[in-house]
């Protein structure tokens, strides 16, 4: 059970939100508090889009894997507008490249 919860919104992020989340700006901001939380005790969700995946993934190899945090993800995979086509098809290769399991694409 996730008891602390930080997002960088998007379209329906509020379907997925705990009470009272953080919220971040940038993806790479909010797996770093949520981070921070799980070394306090905590269970963190980061709620993310894959637009800011590719800045995430210094924090997710840098930080999550040497320390072995894990963290519950859930990554909007958006595929629109124009822009982000690209890392839609890359977002899952990413996380599986990265070997990381605890993901929820929606």
Not at 34 to 57: F, H, T
Not at 69 to 81: G, V
Request: glycine letters at 8%; hydrophobic letters at 35%; one cysteine or more.
């Amino acid at each position: 059970m996730n008891d602390f919860t930080v997002c960088v919104p998007f379209s329906g992020v509020e379907q997925y939100c705990t009470d009272n989340p953080i919220i971040a700006t940038r993806e790479d901001e909010a797996l770093s508090i949520a981070a921070g939380a799980w070394l306090c005790g905590k269970n963190p969700l980061v709620l993310m889009q894959n637009s800011g995946l590719g800045n995430s993934v210094d924090v997710l190899t840098s930080l999550y894997k040497p320390y072995g945090i894990e963290i519950d993800l859930i990554i909007s995979n958006r595929n629109e507008p124009e822009h982000h086509f690209y890392m839609h098809l890359l977002t899952k290769k990413i996380m599986e490249g990265l070997n990381y399991g605890r993901c929820r694409y929606v």
